[in-house]
């Protein structure tokens, strides 16, 4: 058995209201009838209640009949259908009533039951069809739209592997043949310095094919979420020795203030979400400068901040940092390199555990990271990092 069609009549005028009932009582519809006297108690009753079909009077007092119209099509999660009412055969009116969303216009002088009921049926299948091809253009869109996001990572990737990954395989191709020749020469002084070069090179790929793996696994789904409490001070100290060298090589002040907190996240990710943004920080400051880390409770949630002291970025540059299609890497304040993922990749495994990753900078007053976790149980473990000062 169907459902009944729920109309709902907007009509000034009595003796009009009693036309309409009468044919629709006649008609063989199923259907429930509310009536309203005015366009602002039609108003209200749509926005009270679920309607299938509306017959608006054109000639409403004290109203706005195309605004009206507008207020009943544009309530959300309503696939009503509209049906115009009037006195007046005009066709340019009745024109402009269809484009402005209206399904049909009838004459009242020639609402007759099975007239009124074969509109409304036809009305209410324009409508679901109208709703089934705007759901579909929806679905098209997205598809679409996901179909460009997985082109530009899938063009992000070949740039990184093409590029970024090149220049650290070139240089140890480079400095090994030339450290052969100074073994060959038994040039220590060479020797030393080709060897660390090639580690650093080494360090520079591996870094980066880490960053490639975690965030080609993230979009293609394959890692897995499970939060538990995390000793937020615990994960902010292993990042903070992870930097210690490179921070000490510079004259950084490395801070930390997480002493007590917990969160619920994820421990691998969110240890590679602090590595990178701590690593960025100390990328990008100067000599002399502090980069700190800091947990704070706000009710169930902490909020987590990285911030530095460091070179700052302009508005333009902030507003880009997590777009695919505008990747862009800079050299830190000692020539450090990078490819431009480590933001990425912090980004997506900070919204896998349910956070938000935004960032504010000025130039020369230095960048803050910050992203919320639900707050954990302290496990009474925690111990402070505070003040890891170049030694």
């Known amino acids: 058995m169907t459902n009944p069609t729920r109309i709902l009549l907007i009509d000034d005028d009595a003796v009009d209201r009693a036309a309409v009932r009468r044919a629709l009582a006649k008609s063989g519809l199923a259907h429930t009838l509310t009536e309203a006297a005015g366009g602002e108690e039609g108003q209200r009753l749509a926005a009270e209640a679920a309607f299938d079909c509306v017959l608006l009077d054109y000639r409403l007092p004290g109203i706005d009949t195309f605004a009206l119209l507008r207020t009943l099509l544009a309530s959300e999660g309503e696939a009503r259908a509209v049906l115009m009412l009037t006195g007046e055969a005009d066709p340019d009116l009745a024109t402009r009533l269809m484009r402005a969303g209206a399904l049909d216009y009838l004459d009242k002088a020639e609402v007759t039951p099975s007239g009124l009921a074969r509109a409304i049926r036809f009305a209410e299948a324009r409508q679901a069809f109208q709703a089934e091809l705007a759901a579909a253009r929806r679905e098209a869109e997205a598809k679409s739209l996901e179909l460009d996001t997985l082109n530009r990572q899938k063009s992000l990737l070949f740039s990184i592997i093409a590029h970024d990954l090149r220049n650290p395989f070139q240089a140890l191709l480079g400095l090994s043949e030339v450290l052969g020749k100074a073994v060959a020469a038994r040039e220590s002084a060479s020797i030393e310095r080709r060897a660390k070069g090639i580690h650093e090179a080494a360090t520079q790929a591996y870094a980066l094919l880490e960053s490639l793996f975690s965030w080609a696994s993230l979009q293609m789904d394959t890692l897995a979420v499970t939060l538990t409490d995390v000793d937020l001070d615990a994960v902010t100290t292993e990042v903070m020795q992870g930097a210690a060298e490179a921070a000490a090589d510079k004259g950084l002040t490395l801070d930390a203030s997480c002493a007590g907190i917990a969160v619920r996240a994820q421990r691998d990710m969110l240890t590679t979400v602090l590595r990178n943004l701590v690593g960025n920080a100390v990328k990008f400051t100067l000599p002399g400068g502090t980069v700190t880390v800091s947990g704070l409770s706000h009710g169930d949630e ?79 473990l925690s111990r402070t990092a505070a003040m890891l000062s170049p030694t």
């Open 302 to 380: 902490v909020e987590i901040t990285v911030s530095d002291t460091g070179v700052g970025m302009p508005p333009g540059k902030v507003d880009d940092l997590f777009r695919l299609d505008r990747r862009t890497t800079t050299k830190g304040t000692a020539g450090e390199r990078g490819s431009g993922l480590g933001l990425l990749l912090c980004r997506d495994l900070v919204e896998r555990q349910g956070g938000v990753l935004a960032v504010s900078s000025a130039v020369d007053r230095g960048t803050t990271f910050r992203f919320c976790l639900p707050a954990g149980a302290p496990s009474g």
